[in-house]
């Protein structure tokens, strides 16, 4: 057990868990201003289901007055939802090799950044927390080339340390399919879920777009947090515009000579056409994307979520 609470505590600094409070108090606000009466989770905002009707009493919002039966009957009865008390959702945090991308830019010099594996784990740990308090279920799922480690979910509060744990217990390392991970997982869910997938996004990706949009077309919903390097999002050739620069290919291995200043233009032209596809196919597909820069606090980052989808509800 002593070992389970260190690795919480590496991951979950007293910091972060009081962002993470935060976080959980503004939801249930958010929750409450929304669908009143109801326990959601406010992170992933799930359809309600009608349940029954009941007569209209002072006080009650007009908004769920049930105006056919009025036209019909004249009656004033108000709509009540069904109550779902444990969301379930599904944490997949990519450990592929260019996960480990982040201390050290192209160039071999040091950026005073984790990689952005270790943001992955911070943001999957505090959402681990918040979803915990709320008293849903959560589990997890690693995955590169094959799914590494697997927590089932549960609402306990020891599931926390269960995912800290599995998170501090693999390295980047390998090639990703992460549609392959998630085809494997659709197959595992049988109860509506959320899905959250926690990586930078480098793998097929018209395949993932695809396999996203069944898990949605599917019932499930479907959070995509893309983890990137500020010099992912912006290329930064730096001081080594001129001159022969050796890069590495981080999922693959392969390195290569190259003028950082006579490849910057197309490189930033491909990561444009690369954030362009994304944002394009989450929205044929009906899913949510979060692009996460690692030199911004996870605290901050999922602050901006909430705010943006509070205002979406509006």
């Known amino acids: 057990m002593a070992v389970k609470n260190n690795a919480m505590a590496e991951l979950l600094s007293p910091e972060l868990l009081d962002k993470a409070r935060g976080l959980s108090m503004m939801a249930r606000r958010i929750v409450e201003g929304s669908l009143h009466g109801l326990h959601r989770s406010p992170l992933f905002g799930f359809s309600v289901e009608f349940a029954e009707h009941r007569e209209y009493s002072p006080g009650d919002e007009l908004k769920h007055l049930d105006w056919k039966v009025l036209a019909r009957s004249e009656r004033y009865v108000v709509k009540q939802y069904e109550q779902e008390t444990n969301l379930r959702a599904i944490l997949i945090v990519d450990h592929s090799e260019s996960m480990a991308f982040g201390p050290v830019d192209i160039a071999g010099r040091e950026t005073g950044r984790g ?109 995509v947090f893309q983890v990137l390097d500020p010099s992912e999002a912006v290329f930064d050739v730096g001081n080594t515009s001129h001159g022969i620069t050796v890069i590495r290919d981080m999922e693959t291995g392969a390195e290569f000579d190259a003028e950082p200043h006579m490849i910057q233009e197309p490189v930033q032209k491909e990561i444009n056409r690369f954030f362009k596809q994304l944002d394009t196919g989450v929205t044929r597909f009906g899913l949510h994307l979060v692009r996460c820069l690692t030199d911004r606090q996870v605290g901050e980052t999922l602050r901006e979520y909430f705010k943006k989808r509070h205002m979406s509800r509006k």
């Not at 926390?160 to 501090?168: D, G």
């Not at 109860?191 to 996004?201: F, H, K, N, T």
């Open 115 to 223: 990689s952005k594996y270790e943001y992955a784990c911070v943001l999957a740990a505090a959402l681990g927390h918040i979803l915990v308090e709320q008293g849903d279920s959560v589990g997890l799922l690693m995955a590169a080339r094959q799914v590494t480690q697997q927590v089932p979910p549960s609402a306990s509060r020891g599931r926390l340390l269960n995912i800290c744990t599995a998170l501090l217990s693999v390295t980047p390392g390998e090639q990703t399919d992460l549609p392959g991970a998630l085809r494997r997982l659709a197959a595992q869910l049988t109860r509506r879920s959320v899905v959250v997938l926690i990586s930078d996004l480098f793998d097929n990706t018209e395949e993932l777009l695809a396999v996203m949009g069944q898990l949605h077309h599917r019932g499930h919903e479907v959070l």
